[in-house]
Antibody
Framework: EVQLVESGGGLVQPGGSLRLSCAAS????????MSWVRQAPGKGLEWVAN????????YYVDSVKGRFTISRDNAKNSLYLQMNSLRAEDTAVYYC?????????WGQGTLVTVSS | SYELTQPPSVSVSPGQTARITCSGD??????AYWYQQKPGQAPVLVIY???ERPSGIPERFSGSSSGTTVTLTISGVQAEDEADYYC???????????FGGGTKLTVL
């Protein structure tokens, strides 16, 4: 059974940093692109970033370029999102999803709240 | 930046057919995907590659494509289909993933 479990969310002040993790199991992690998708409270889905199987290609939505970094550790079956210079508008549930451009499997999400 | 446009809301009575459209300039070149999301839950893929249905998704869900518009059709709508529906695709370069703004389906 495919499982994606996010962790690392919480309350952070504007300008602060947070690192999200996603633990994957039930499939060969190193064979798949992986992505982060977020959803602000009461709003729609927004793709954040994705990463190729070997980490050699990474893409980001314009609003997070230069602030967020996606990475992965295939030995640990884990996906990460380092978030720096956080803003109020980054407040959202962050989902880890398997795939680069379509998402059959999603985690349950982790809430990031940016507020003073 | 590239955008996908969906109607904010669609309402239908049980047993009727619901159609949700999604428009975008790159849709003739890029596949579209549809997700169903119920409150407090993660999204569920209901249509992939414009018209394919994942295992376990009821046959009443179907997808179609025509030019710059893709359509999710739900035939014989049931109360349990009430949810938010999102289309998703990529820009013409294929490097940016885009979601539509979402459509709230209300079953009257």
């Amino acid at each position: 059974e495919v499982q994606l479990v996010e962790s690392g969310g919480g309350l952070v002040q504007p300008g602060g940093s947070l690192r999200l993790s996603c633990a994957a199991s039930g499939f060969t992690f190193s064979s798949y692109w992986m992505s982060w998708v977020r959803q602000a409270p009461g709003k729609g889905l927004e793709w954040v970033a994705n990463i190729k199987q070997d980490g050699s290609e990474k893409y980001y939505v314009d609003s997070v370029k230069g602030r967020f970094t996606i990475s992965r550790d295939n030995a640990k079956n884990s996906l990460y999102l380092q978030m720096n210079s956080l803003r109020a508008e980054d407040t959202a549930v962050y989902y880890c999803a398997r795939g680069g451009g379509s998402y059959l499997y999603w985690g349950q999400g982790t809430l990031v709240t940016v507020s003073s | 930046s590239y955008e996908l446009t969906q109607p904010p809301s669609v309402s239908v009575s049980p047993g009727q057919t619901a159609r949700i459209t999604c428009s975008g300039d790159a849709l003739p070149k890029q596949y579209a995907y549809w997700y169903q999301q119920k409150p407090g839950q993660a999204p569920v893929l209901v249509i992939y590659k414009d018209s394919e249905r994942p295992s376990g998704i009821p046959e009443r869900f179907s997808g179609s494509s025509s030019g710059t518009t893709v359509t999710l059709t739900i035939s014989g709508v049931q109360a349990e289909d009430e949810a938010d529906y999102y289309c998703q695709s990529a820009d013409s370069s294929g490097t940016s993933v885009v979601f539509g703004g979402g459509t709230k389906l209300t079953v009257l």
